[in-house]
């Protein structure tokens, strides 16, 4: 299977819109809940791929990035099965997001919703 992670240029050409998608902590709600993949864009300045979710109860956007591991090159999540290079777009996820030692936002969980 091939990746349907696109580039920046290419996000912008079919009218993607990422900067309606914050990335700070204070935008970003923690815990469990269901949330829209609407798009993924490779990252700038990191190994990894920016995933923009829409919050199914609230309507609000945010984006967090999913880095590629170490051990095997994949863009997935310890303990899931969620491959953020493969994975569908316009689907419902469960995430769970919690913070970083520093204060930063990090997604810990993701979870296909079968509907």
């Known amino acids: 299977m091939e990746s349907n992670v696109l580039s920046w240029n290419v996000a912008i050409a079919l009218g993607y819109e990422p900067r309606a998608y914050p990335f700070t902590s204070t935008h970003i709600?923690?815990?469990?809940?269901?949330?829209?993949?609407?798009?993924k864009i490779w990252a700038k300045k990191a190994t990894g791929i920016s995933?923009?979710?829409?919050?199914?109860?609230?309507?609000?956007?945010?984006?967090?990035t999913?880095?590629?591991?170490?051990?095997?090159?994949?863009y997935m999540l310890n303990e899931?099965?969620?491959?953020?290079?493969l994975c569908d777009i316009n689907m419902v996820y469960i995430i769970g997001v919690e913070l970083s030692s520093i204060g930063n936002a990090l997604l810990k969980k993701a979870v296909l919703v079968k509907r």
Do not use: A, W
């Open 51 to 64: 995933c923009y979710f829409t919050q199914i109860s609230t309507n609000s956007k945010f984006q967090l």
């Open 66 to 74: 999913v880095y590629r591991r170490q051990k095997d090159k994949m």
């Open 80 to 85: 899931t099965v969620v491959d953020f290079k």
């Open 29 to 39: 709600p923690l815990g469990e809940y269901e949330v829209r993949l609407d798009s």
